[in-house]
């Protein structure tokens, strides 16, 4: 068949260019050891940062969301699938970030991605809106300004002087202002001071993707804005539940209008099965575990990782991507040049994912590190060491 035909076409592609993607089936629970097709590893590959996903509470806590509400929600918010579990978590969470904004409400979502889409879509329908889209930005947030279909205007990698002159020369009755707190692939952090008062100042929205940063940023775990200390009413805040909180979701925090606005207009959250009922449940446990005293025990914990990390990595060739968050990224070049050095990490009983284009810039293929409070010391001391090694071979 021709269809079939130009699809292998595609894929012999992708196989010359060392850009295939594969799955990994993963036996056990999402810990730092796992087994993976069937062998053990030390992984270094998930962005479960607090060591949640397994944790003793949150599993009991989801099982007994599962005995109280069932298996599913049965049908959309806006229909008949809203359940307690729901609106609990939502009034839970908008107290949780709420001293960071004015007239706090959250809404929840299945996914970060869905959420990124609905904020966009929602904020940026209007015929005259603007979007400014940070240039390293997730994809659900470059898809969410394309669905909006809104002008949009790409400034480079935190330049405030570029983005202050974009904002200064718009015209939009909407202008929205869209950035990654902590970025994905590399692991800094976002000059959220800065922007957020460039958006006072041109009275713009600012939308913070914190996937990376909630739980993990913060002397309680809200993210960054608490690490930043910031409180507008422009801020338009998702973090999500499946990194840090370790289970599944997002939500969108924000002024009470903005989210009724959302609700009437996000199709995304409009048009979508609510998500189990007994996850959200699961969730409270989690946002009680990040807020209190083990929270932050485990906050302690990753930065010593992080600091140990970054004094024990020794590389001479690759370049290492500065970052004080737990994504820690060590830029290699090329794709058959990582996919090597991650099957040599493989060898050693590691995993640590290679990533390629187009989720990184033509020649930029790099592992990414990502270090979790469920980690020891002698586990990254154990990381550290292979990969001095080889990077000398």
């Not at 270094?44 to 607090?50: G, K, Q």
């Not at 307690?84 to 706090?104: D, K, W, Y």
């Not at 790409?154 to 200064?168: C, I, S, T």
């Amino acid at each position: 068949m021709k269809l079939i035909d130009a699809i292998e076409r595609q894929l012999r592609q992708f196989d010359e260019q060392s850009l295939t993607r594969e799955r990994r089936v993963v036996d056990t629970p999402c810990k730092p050891r796992l087994t993976v097709n069937g062998r053990p590893l030390l992984a270094f590959a998930s962005n479960d940062y607090l060591g949640l996903a397994a944790h003793p509470r949150v599993v009991e806590a989801l099982r007994e969301g599962a005995d109280l509400y069932g298996a599913g929600s049965g049908a959309s918010h806006l229909i008949s699938g809203h359940s307690v579990a729901h609106q609990r978590l939502e009034e839970r969470l908008a107290g949780f970030v709420g001293p960071h904004l004015e007239s706090p409400r959250t809404l929840g979502f299945c996914t970060g991605y869905m959420a990124n889409l609905a904020i966009l879509t929602a904020l940026g329908a209007d015929g005259d809106a603007q979007i400014f889209s940070e240039s390293l930005n997730h994809a659900s947030l470059i898809d969410g300004a394309r669905l909006a279909r809104a002008a949009v205007k790409v400034y480079p990698h935190a330049d405030l002087a570029a983005l202050g002159a974009m904002l200064a020369a718009s015209n939009a009755t909407a202008k929205l202002v869209v950035t990654d707190s902590v970025f994905s692939m590399d692991g800094d952090i976002a000059p959220l001071p800065e922007l957020l008062a460039l958006c006072e100042q041109h009275d713009a929205w600012l939308v913070i993707d914190d996937a990376h940063g909630f739980g993990v940023l913060g002397a309680h775990g809200r993210g960054a804005l608490e690490h930043f200390n910031l409180r507008s009413p422009n801020i338009v805040y998702m973090g999500t539940l499946g990194k840090a909180a370790g289970v599944g979701g997002a939500f969108v925090a924000a002024h009470a209008k903005v989210i009724e606005l959302m609700i009437q207009r996000g199709r995304p959250y409009i048009y979508t099965t609510a998500a189990p009922p007994a996850l959200a449940h699961a969730l409270l446990t989690s946002i009680d575990i990040i807020g209190g005293d083990e929270g932050a025990s485990r906050r302690a914990h990753l930065q010593s990782l992080i600091a140990a990390f970054d004094e024990q990595v020794d590389l001479k060739h690759w370049q290492r991507v500065p970052s004080s968050t737990a994504i820690q990224a060590i830029v290699i070049g090329t794709n058959e040049e990582v996919l090597r050095i991650g099957a040599g990490l493989h060898g050693h009983g590691l995993w640590v994912p290679a990533i390629r284009p187009p989720t990184v810039p033509e020649g930029t293929a790099r592992l990414r590190v990502t270090l979790s409070a469920a980690h020891t010391h002698e586990e990254v001391a154990q990381l550290a060491a292979v990969l001095n090694d080889l990077e000398r071979t």
